[in-house]
């Protein structure tokens, strides 16, 4: 879940995100504020992840308020009427630049934006996870992966020295998984990078098993890997 917050000294500005974040379950937006000056206020008590930040406010730009703001690593998305900002938003790294008026379609591609980026943050903080078995939250280290196949709604992880069942997708799943070492070959088979003892004949070879590459991601797949030689 994202905890954000939107700043504008425009309300109906504010009706407006408020109107697309309630359509996305995976934003929390706590509360909205037409004055900068209280939000900085509550940032100074509240955690957020995430702040929807028109540039063009009257009493301190949004440019000038992010200097203020107290956690650093907090994403921005600036929400403006004004396009000559966009040079200066990716100066200070802003994640997105939604140019108003802004549709649903393209609020949500960027909140989608800011949903990857704190996920993969969290990943990279951890070299484990919990799987939830339906009896038992197991413990899983990345490490331990060998490859994972999926049927339906459930997942087989294949690990060092078991296999764990989970209810969930190949498609969740992998993209749950951290990028760079895990890779889908075939429609059910997602693999480890660094469990494979060598590639022949369109198939790849992991201990004690052997997966065959499907003709869909072949080229996307020896490109990965090739990128290792």
Do not use: C
């Not at 379950?25 to 209280?38: E, G, N, Q, S």
């Not at 406010?57 to 921005?76: C, Q, Y």
């Not at 990028?179 to 429609?187: D, L, S, T, V, Y």
């Not at 990078?193 to 060598?198: G, N, Q, R, T, Y």
Request: a neutral charge; hydrophobic letters at 40%.
């Amino acid at each position: 879940m994202i905890n954000a917050i939107a700043i504008d000294d425009e309300p109906q500005a504010l009706k407006v995100i408020e109107h697309h974040a309630s359509k996305i379950a995976f934003i929390d937006l706590k509360k909205v504020f037409t004055d900068p000056f209280m939000a900085l206020d509550y940032l100074q008590k509240q955690p957020i992840d995430l702040i929807f930040l028109d540039i063009n406010m009257p009493d301190i730009s949004g440019l000038e308020f992010l200097k203020l703001v107290p956690h650093k690593e907090v994403l921005i998305i600036f929400t403006t009427a004004h396009s000559e900002y966009a040079i200066e938003s990716y100066d200070v790294e802003a994640l997105d630049y939604l140019l108003k008026p802004f549709e649903f379609t393209r609020f949500h591609t960027a909140v989608s934006k800011a949903n990857k980026r704190l996920i993969d943050a969290n990943k990279s903080s951890h070299d484990f996870f919990f799987a939830n078995t339906g009896t038992d939250w197991t413990k899983i280290f990345y490490k331990d992966i060998s490859h994972i196949e999926g049927s339906g709604n459930y997942v087989i992880y294949y690990l060092t020295e078991q296999k764990v069942m989970v209810r969930a997708t190949i498609k969740d799943t992998l993209s749950n998984l951290p990028a760079g070492n895990f890779f889908q070959i075939q429609r059910s088979f997602i693999i480890a990078l660094d469990k494979i003892e060598k590639i022949k004949d369109n198939q790849v070879y992991l201990p004690k098993t052997r997966i065959s590459i499907g003709p869909s991601y072949r080229k996307e797949f020896l490109s990965k890997v090739g990128g290792f030689s």
